[in-house]
Structure formats: C-alpha cells, structure tokens
C-alpha cells in the first residue's frame, strides 16, 4: 500500500526557515519523480517543487525560486523542502506526491508563516 508521511511544518515568523519531509513506503520510492505541492484556504493546489527520480533536474514554481530547495534521499525513502526566507503568502498545508497518473497524497503538514 502506497503512504506517504509529511512532517516538519509549524508556525515560523517571516524571513524564516523550515525543513519540511516527506516519507514513502509501499513503493520502489528510486523509481518515481516527487513532487511538493501547496494549497492555501480557498486556493487550488498548485505544485511548488519538482525533483527527477534519481535527485537531478529540480524545478520551481516561480513564488518560491531562489527561496526553496528540493532534495531527495533515495537511500531513506524521503524526499525534502527546504523552505528559506518565507513570507506569509507561503502559509499552506504542504504534501508530497509520486509524479504520475496515481492519486495518492499524504495527510499533509501545515505551514503558517506569521509575525
């Protein structure tokens, strides 16, 4: 069965950092592209960062280039977003999800940006 397990948001003042994680299980984790996606209160999902299967090619959403930093460890089954500089707009509940034509999500992890 396919999970995927988030972790690391929480409350963070403006110009902060977090590290967000993302577990996978149920899956050969190596052989999928991941993404991190974002939704905010009364706003679609959108995806915010991209990374190939084998941890190369990483690609942004333009809100958060230069600010974000997507990685991977294949090694752990956990795919990353470091999250720098963050500003009120990046407020959401963040997941993970395999790139492909599959529907799984996590239960996501709320990131609130604050003062």
Not at 19 to 24: E, K, P, T, V
Not at 34 to 41: K, L
Not at 92 to 103: E, F, S, V, W
Request: glycine residues 12%; charged residues 15%; hydrophobic residues 30%.
């Amino acid at each position: 069965q396919v999970q995927l397990v988030e972790s690391g948001g929480g409350l963070v003042q403006p110009g902060g950092s977090l590290r967000l994680s993302c577990a996978g299980s149920g899956f050969i984790f190596s052989h999928y592209a991941m993404g991190w996606y974002r939704q905010a209160p009364g706003k679609e999902r959108e995806l915010v960062a991209a990374i190939s299967n084998t941890g190369g090619s990483p690609n942004y959403a333009d809100s958060v280039k230069g600010r974000f930093t997507i990685s991977r460890d294949n090694a752990k089954n956990t795919v990353y977003l470091q999250m720098n500089n963050l500003k009120p707009d990046d407020t959401a509940m963040y997941y993970c999800k395999r790139l492909d034509y599959t529907n799984y999500w996590g239960q996501g992890t709320q990131v609130t940006v604050s003062s």
